[in-house]
């Protein structure tokens, strides 16, 4: 795995003596009691703003954690439990925060290429066009799964093959058998990085367990979604150490705010995730039931399965279904710019009242 590593990352990224932030000075330090913090620039005294809280607040005019390591534990902990010790976790500023450093650890704009199969998440390829670096397009099959022997060309000129799975926009798993043919063919040659942003909607689907056999397989969380904390930035990224060593080359100082993790730490508590899994269980019910309503609708084509919080509606006829639910109110997501999804709308699954609006909109059309 370590050669794969050497292999893949640029020179550029080997050179890069990592930013020595105040905070990993600190942790290398032997901490006393009487130690006297000057070394940040910091105020070395709580400010207070708004009405007073009771010291709730009193530690934040230091820096946070480099690299929030109970985050890290308490993920383990809840998602990760099973996995090896080669394996690490990383808390990040979103999937998105991921995805970016991934491909600037991995690529040298000119050089190198990223792989996607396309209709999916369209930050990929955009990280990779933001810094230069080429995108193979591989569109998946009719039923959106992976066209292996199309991939399998483009192989020996990639460094890292993006999967998403649940895959955004079109709400299904990619077949597992898949990824791990996928996984045998990239051993030597790439990163297989599956974004999980949609895991908790179809837990039983995870690849996480295939890291043991394949460490060069990247996994990429969030709270996002299930967890439904999408303000506080938080997301996770799972490698082994060999990839984790030079992506904390290129995290930024503090990539975690104090409030975030704290609001992450309770989520990720016991009873944390007993509301998360509540919660979901909620919501797979009432996309359930409107997946049955919308599917009787006479100008509804085609409604996808999903094991997200989202469904993909194909209509029938060339109408505008996304002008026409705006005009309605209803903010709905259409993925136009795919070819193979043109004519669809994408509805995030909301409360049962929200779904009940939408359907009733589409009745009245
Ligand atoms: C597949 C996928 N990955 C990642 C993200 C971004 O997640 P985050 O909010 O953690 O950056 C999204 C958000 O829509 C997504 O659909």
């Known amino acids: 795995m370590t050669a794969l590593v050497e292999k893949l990352v640029p020179d550029s990224i080997k050179k890069l003596i990592p930013y020595q932030s105040a905070r990993r000075i600190a942790r290398d330090m032997d901490k006393t009691e009487n130690t006297i913090w000057l070394n940040a620039n910091e105020l070395e005294t709580c400010c207070q703003y708004g009405e007073r809280q009771d010291g709730a607040n009193s530690h934040y005019h230091r820096y946070p954690d480099y690299l929030p390591t109970d985050l890290a534990v308490a993920y383990r902990e809840y998602g990760a439990a099973t996995l090896g010790c080669q394996s690490e976790i990383m808390a990040v500023r979103g999937a998105d925060e991921a995805i970016d450093l991934l491909v600037r650890t991995f690529c040298q704009p000119g050089n190198d290429q990223i792989l996607v199969c396309p209709p999916t998440y369209g930050m990929y390829e955009f990280c990779a066009d933001s810094i230069g670096i080429t ?13 292996l022997p199309e991939i399998t060309k483009q ?7 993006f999967l998403c799975s649940p895959n955004n926009p079109t709400g299904n798993v990619l077949h597992q058998q898949d990824v791990v043919t996928l996984l045998e063919a990239t051993k030597q040659q790439a990163l297989v990085v599956v974004d999980e942003a949609y895991i908790e909607f179809a837990p039983h689907t ?11 397989l990247v996994v990429i969380r969030t709270l996002s979604k299930a967890f439904g904390l999408a303000a506080i930035r938080v997301g996770f990224l799972i490698a082994d150490s060999s990839v984790m060593s030079y992506v904390a080359r290129l995290v930024a100082p503090y990539p975690i705010a104090d409030p975030s993790a704290e609001i992450a730490l309770k989520a990720l508590s016991a009873s944390g995730v007993a ?9 797979i019910a ?15 084509d085609k409604i996808y399965p999903s094991s997200t919080n989202f469904v993909l509606i194909r209509f029938k006829g060339n109408d505008n279904f996304y002008q026409y639910l705006l005009d309605h109110g209803v903010v709905a997501r259409s993925p136009a710019h795919e070819e193979s999804v043109q004519g669809c709308v994408r509805i995030s699954i909301g409360s049962a009242e929200s779904m009940d609006t939408v359907l009733r909109v589409l009745q009245n059309y």
Not at 275 to 283: A, D, G, S
Not at 286 to 300: G, K, T, Y
Request: hydrophobic content about 45%; aromatic content about 6%.
């Open 135 to 147: 995108t193979a397009v591989v569109p998946l099959t009719e039923s959106f799964q992976l066209n």
């Open 155 to 161: 192989l020996p000129d990639t460094s890292i093959v």
């Open 206 to 216: 995870s690849v996480l367990h295939l890291m043991a056999q394949y460490p060069h």
């Open 275 to 283: 509301q998360m899994k509540q919660q979901t269980t909620q919501l």
């Open 286 to 300: 009432i996309r359930d039931e409107f997946i049955h309503a919308v599917s009787q609708l006479s100008i509804v």
